[in-house]
């Protein structure tokens, strides 16, 4: 098998056909997970067509957020991951069932098990990573300059990294943190370990955007991943950590409401 399931056709009407209906989505393959940008500032009409394919729990779950903004994000998260995965393992999207890791990593069950998948969100963007047969994280974040110090440098790295980054100018510091923690926190995200991995054990490429291009880190654990970066928007660091080999990161734009994509690195 060269990919995962292809869309069904044909089955009983479903809340998202009319978005998805004659859409070749572009596939995750062993070794060639796929990336999907998700923009958050849809409008609520919008956000709407999201809300039916949720789970119980996922809508209640979206509606404890105070916010707008957060509630929003939430609903279209859920929901853009939800019709990717029915797409993928040709399923209804609103029977798709998730349960959560012991650190709180979510994984499909009931459907196709080598389909994983990761999510992340930051600012006005969600990004979701979906890979076979290997475990994936994904990080995105906004570079915001002004939250970055040495002391936050020395936190979250190597000593070496640290010695390294502290000794550039402060905003090209903060650019390569940045995309360092994105780094760092894929590869956490991908074990699924949360809060429970040290990233100060774990060594990541110290360059800019682009630096890491199939890097292999060896995880504390003795797994090899593979690390990406992936083309995030002007003013964002993503990157993706991927079990054994990957080779590339694909990324693709989710334009709402029509459900077109375009390939965008
Ligand atoms: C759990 C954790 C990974 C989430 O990170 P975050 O920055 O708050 O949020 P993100 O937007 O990146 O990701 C959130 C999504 O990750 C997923 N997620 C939750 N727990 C996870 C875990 N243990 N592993 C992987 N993914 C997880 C969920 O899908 C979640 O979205 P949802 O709640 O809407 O379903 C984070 O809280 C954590 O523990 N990080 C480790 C800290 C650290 O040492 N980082 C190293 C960087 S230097």
């Not at 394919?53 to 996922?58: A, K, Q």
């Not at 979906?130 to 110090?149: F, K, Q, Y």
């Not at 090209?172 to 040290?198: I, T, Y």
Request: aromatic content about 6%.
């Amino acid at each position: 098998m060269t990919g995962v399931t292809r869309p069904v056709s044909g089955c009983s009407p479903r809340p998202e056909s009319h978005m998805m209906e004659d859409l070749d989505l572009p596939a995750p393959e062993p070794g060639r997970p796929v990336f999907w940008l998700v923009r958050m500032d849809a409008a609520p009409r919008v956000i709407r067509t999201y809300e039916p394919v949720l789970s119980r729990e996922e809508a209640w779950q979206a509606s404890r957020f105070r916010e707008d903004r957060a509630r929003m994000r939430s609903v279209l998260t859920r929901g853009v991951l939800r019709l990717l995965l029915s797409r993928y393992q040709g399923m209804n999207a609103a029977d798709l069932a998730f349960e959560r890791g012991p650190h709180g990593k979510p994984r499909l069950i009931h459907g196709d098990e080598r389909l994983r998948f990761n999510v992340a969100h930051s600012g006005e963007f969600g990004l979701i990573g979906v890979s076979v047969d290997a475990d994936i994280g994904v990080d995105l974040e906004r570079i915001r300059p002004e939250t970055v110090t040495r002391d936050l440098a020395r936190a979250c790295l190597t000593p070496r990294e640290a010695e390294v980054l502290c000794a550039l100018e402060p905003r090209e510091m903060a650019q390569r943190l940045h995309w360092c923690w994105a780094r760092k926190e894929a590869l956490v995200k991908g074990h699924g370990a949360g809060g429970s991995l040290d990233p100060r054990e774990v060594s990541v490429p110290l360059g800019g955007p682009g630096a890491a291009a199939g890097w292999i880190s060896r995880h504390p654990d003795g797994r090899r991943w593979s690390l990406w970066d992936i083309a995030a928007p002007e003013g964002y660091a993503a990157a993706t950590a991927v079990d054994g080999e990957c080779r590339g990161a694909p990324l693709f734009a989710w334009e709402h409401p029509g459900v077109e994509f375009v390939e965008i690195g």
